[in-house]
């Protein structure tokens, strides 16, 4: 197409003809060169946006990778000091035993106060039982007790529908001791309505007693106090604490 221009009257080129050398000619060379500079430096901006972009995508993985890796190292930690713990509360030697409950109940880990006290309910040491039992108590401020009539006496029924729910409050408990104060009682029976009880932790048995009422409790297996709830006038009944 530019050869078949040769020859012809310029008014008859295709497009808009400059004269080379004119100023017009060289006003556009710079609209050209500053079009391809301009055109460079966005291609440059462009490049730096994305190599910005896929910097901060590497440091988001990298760093969401050490969280989990540091995630990981603090579970497995934790679950070594878990496994640790319980081997040394459930251990032979009851010094031992005893010290690591208590380093744990004197600690500022609220879960592992929880394990170290299971593992002390589970350890059948009477000592460790009795240490456990009485953190347990001094911690609530009311305990719930649950009742069921007994099979010897068909009148056990009526009474445990008519007494109502017993509560043993806790006003006072002496760590070296085990004494406790409170109030024991259920609303049904007036032989058995809430009265000023004390109480005491011998080992792993429970003694409450109330106006007229007494509660004898002992820690099981599974983890519950059991027992029998008594009083004067009425059928005894089997009592049992959940200690959770």
């Known amino acids: 197409e530019v050869l078949e221009g040769i020859g012809q009257p310029l008014e008859e080129l295709p497009g808009r003809p400059v004269l080379s050398g004119s100023a017009e000619a060289n006003r556009l060379r710079e609209q050209i060169a500053r079009d391809a500079e301009a055109r460079g430096a966005e291609e440059d901006a462009r490049r730096r946006r994305e190599e910005d972009l896929l910097a901060r995508q590497a440091a988001a993985t990298k760093a969401e990778e050490e969280r989990a890796a540091a995630e990981r190292r603090q579970e497995e930690a934790r679950a070594a000091r878990i496994a640790d713990l319980r081997a040394r509360i459930l251990g032979a030697d009851r010094p031992a035993r005893i010290a690591a409950y208590e380093a744990a109940l004197g600690g500022n880990d609220p879960s592992l106060r929880q394990i170290a006290m299971e593992a002390a309910l589970q350890s059948r040491d009477p000592v460790l039982g009795n240490l456990a039992l009485k953190d347990?108590?001094?911690?609530?401020?009311?305990?719930?007790?649950?009742?069921?009539?007994?099979?010897?006496?068909?009148?056990?029924?009526?009474?445990?529908?008519?007494?109502?729910?017993?509560?043993?409050?806790?006003?006072?408990?002496?760590?070296?001791n085990g004494a406790l104060a409170g109030r024991l009682g259920a609303p049904g029976y007036s032989i058995a309505k809430?009265?000023?009880?004390?109480?005491?932790?011998?080992?792993?048995?429970?003694?409450?007693?109330?106006?007229?009422?007494?509660?004898?409790?002992?820690?099981?297996?599974?983890?519950?106090?059991?027992g029998l709830f008594r009083c004067q006038t009425l059928p005894a009944l089997i009592a049992r604490v959940v200690v959770d």
């Open 136 to 176: 347990w108590i001094a911690r609530r401020k009311a305990v719930p007790v649950q009742l069921y009539a007994t099979k010897e006496d068909p009148h056990s029924e009526t009474v445990l529908n008519n007494l109502g729910p017993l509560t043993l409050e806790i006003d006072s408990v002496n760590p070296v």
């Open 194 to 226: 809430p009265s000023a009880a004390i109480g005491t932790l011998a080992q792993t048995t429970l003694t409450v007693n109330a106006y007229g009422c007494a509660l004898s409790l002992r820690l099981t297996e599974q983890q519950t106090l059991d």
